[in-house]
């Protein structure tokens, strides 16, 4: 059955976040700010633990943390067994990757833009057992090349690890477009979702991946510590998880074990409750709300941002992509990035900045050592688009006005 949603108010949406009333907050790639609701899932069942005791309290939880295992199919376009729920993309990520079975000689396909971490696990991949990664070149977009990518598939490739939404870049991969291709050659498609989940609408089936990573903190606007991974099913029995404990498999003899038949084998016994009923809270108030509006909201303010930025004496804008999202990186001429960053948070502005570490690979080919990263969110206002353009702008013109 179908989700009825709501008609979006941007009036109510900031009311509801409490957050609006103090920062002027474009670090949404980074952690977004939760809105009331999501707050009140985390501190009443920590309120719960407290007066009932950890354990009672999650047995008196067990259905809304039910619940949250079928927001995230719903939001993901999946069944409630294909979902783990771990404590951050990143470990969701790994938990799939060292589950693959990889043998000397299998081939890992990634793009120019990966993100650190998931490369970090190639290349430990490869000293343990032998695998190559190969980098497919942009296209003239920025994008991963499709043609590229296509004629580097052989049978000695074992997975296509892409980087949806990248940390560093405006630029929106086409994943789904990726997904057709590994789908074709009948190649194990990994999809990091980090900062596109919550961003736009996401169905796995249509995008083809079988295994998908996504975070609670960001986009999503839920609480720290909390992610989830998808597995399709007809892969999760070929992928043994790196790690198990009691939750993920049965002791069933005292030499043998069995492990779980859904996605749950990738999940480990202890987790913070608050948390997960934070995330499915999140998720919830995500889903009220029609997401392709959503979506092209938070595309309209970030090129409203992006065409403010572009004017500004000494300000280059590094977005690239058919598609652009959310997230706006620029330099600033004659500055750090992170005095630009400091000098805005003392004016109740949030940005974060992005290291050459962050990706590599694509910051070496572009020649940039760091970035100032404004990330928009639907329930930021054109008015606070215009503040952090003015704000800007007076900084460049007067530094002294804004440094002290």
């Not at 993901?76 to 043998?103: H, K």
């Not at 928009?376 to 008015?383: C, R, T």
Request: proline letters at 4%; charged letters at 20%.
């Amino acid at each position: 059955m179908q989700r009825q949603t709501r008609a979006f108010d941007l009036a109510q949406v900031r009311a509801e976040t409490p957050g609006c009333t103090e920062v002027l907050h474009f670090n949404n790639a980074g952690a977004a700010l939760m809105p009331q609701p999501v707050v009140e899932a985390v501190s009443a069942h920590l309120q719960r633990e407290a007066r009932h005791g950890g354990y009672e309290a999650a047995e008196e939880a067990r259905e809304a943390l039910v619940h949250v295992y079928e927001a995230v199919a719903t939001l993901l376009g999946c069944q409630p067994s294909e979902v783990a729920l771990v404590e951050n993309a990143t470990r969701a990520w790994d938990m799939a990757f060292y589950a693959i079975p990889f043998a000397p000689g299998d081939r890992i396909l990634t793009g120019l833009a990966e993100y650190a971490s998931n490369y970090l696990a190639f290349l430990q991949m490869t000293r343990r057992s032998g695998v190559r990664v190969e980098v497919i070149p942009d296209d003239e977009y920025g994008q991963i090349s499709l043609s590229a990518l296509r004629n580097a598939i052989d049978e000695h490739v074992r997975v296509i690890a892409l980087t949806h939404v990248p940390t560093n870049n405006g630029l929106v991969n086409p994943a789904a477009e990726v997904g057709r291709i590994a789908r074709e050659a009948g190649v194990l498609y990994l999809l990091d979702a980090t900062q596109s989940v919550g961003q736009m609408p996401l169905d796995v089936r249509t995008l083809g991946c079988d295994i998908l990573a996504g975070t609670g903190r960001k986009f999503l606007r839920g609480p720290r510590g909390t992610g989830f991974l998808y597995v399709r099913q007809e892969v999760l029995e070929h992928l043994e998880p790196p790690l198990i404990d009691l939750h993920a498999a049965s002791w069933t003899a005292p030499d043998q074990y069995a492990l779980r038949p859904d996605a749950r084998r990738f999940e480990c016994w202890e987790a913070s409750i608050a948390n997960r009923l934070g995330l499915g809270a999140a998720i919830d108030y995500f889903l009220q709300w029609d997401q392709q509006r959503l979506w092209r909201r938070i595309r309209d303010l970030a090129y409203l941002l992006r065409t403010r930025l572009t004017p500004l004496p000494g300000v280059i804008v590094h977005d690239r992509g058919v598609v652009q999202g959310g997230i706006v990186t620029f330099t600033v001429e004659g500055w750090e990035a992170e005095m630009i960053r400091q000098a805005l948070r003392r004016q109740h502005i949030n940005v974060s900045v992005v290291s050459q570490q962050a990706a590599l690979l694509d910051m070496q080919a572009r020649g940039l050592q760091t970035l100032v990263r404004a990330s928009v969110h639907y329930y930021n206002s054109e008015e606070e688009v215009e503040r952090f353009a003015r704000t800007l702008e007076q900084l460049l013109a007067d530094p002294t006005s804004l440094l002290s």
